[in-house]
């Protein structure tokens, strides 16, 4: 992969990452709930969990290629559509971090393990977002396919741990601070649903050339 497309998607990544979204929620209250241990281990399971929606999306392409090379292109514009679709969403401030009680019970590190990588792999709304981003970055080449796809999601868990880690580390006061700026939470919502249109007309440009 060029490294002109990966520092692109390495930013796009922790534009993504410093956004409040389900992933920063569940590492703010486990972290909360009974300390910092507890929400690194969170993240870890979320990153885990990134790596078998990447190998999905990977395999998936790598077939679409073999059998039909001109379904890449037909899936490049769909995922573009449903990222549009996305960056409407965000930008009306639907599904943005919604802060209420952060009271939960304490269970077992592995048990917080097991539900970071859960919440994340039994998320279809993360798989079709894998499969939607993907195509963008990827070279057509069906023997790479795979490959790819895990060194973007390596980037992704990179840029989400540079945010989720210190998160975690600052858990109590990273929440009162949200909580104090509801506004806050606005700009963020914006800001995501204008990367979201960035990755649609990115595909634009890229189809055109």
């Known amino acids: 992969m060029e490294t002109a497309t990966l520092l692109t998607f390495a930013a796009a990544a922790l534009a993504l990452a410093v956004t409040p979204g389900p992933d920063m929620l569940m590492v703010l209250t486990r972290s909360v709930a009974q300390g910092r ?30 059998l039909a090379p001109y379904a890449f292109e037909a ?6 559509a449903y990222l549009l679709w996305l960056g409407w969403q965000a930008l009306r401030g639907s599904g943005g971090l919604q802060l209420g009680d952060q009271a939960a019970p304490r269970i ?8 970071g990588f859960l919440c994340n792999v039994l998320n279809p709304k993360v798989a079709l977002f894998f499969l939607a981003l993907f195509p963008q970055f990827m070279e057509p080449n069906p023997d790479t396919a795979l490959v ?43 800001l995501l649903g204008l990367v979201f249109a960035g990755f649609a007309l990115r595909l634009a440009f890229d189809a055109r050339k």
Do not use: D, E, M
């Open 148 to 190: 790819q796809a895990i060194v973007l999601a390596s980037v992704l868990n990179v840029a989400g741990s540079l945010v989720l880690v210190p998160v975690a580390l600052l858990a109590g006061r990273f929440g009162n601070w949200l909580r104090r700026r509801p506004g806050f939470l606005k700009w963020q919502n914006r």
């Open 75 to 80: 899936i490049r514009w769909i995922g573009a």
């Open 108 to 115: 077992a590190l592995l048990a917080v393990l097991r539900q």
């Open 37 to 66: 241990l507890a929400g690194l281990v969170a993240t870890l399971g979320i990153s885990l969990g990134c790596y078998v929606h990447a190998a999905i999306a990977g395999l998936s392409l790598s077939g679409v290629l073999i």
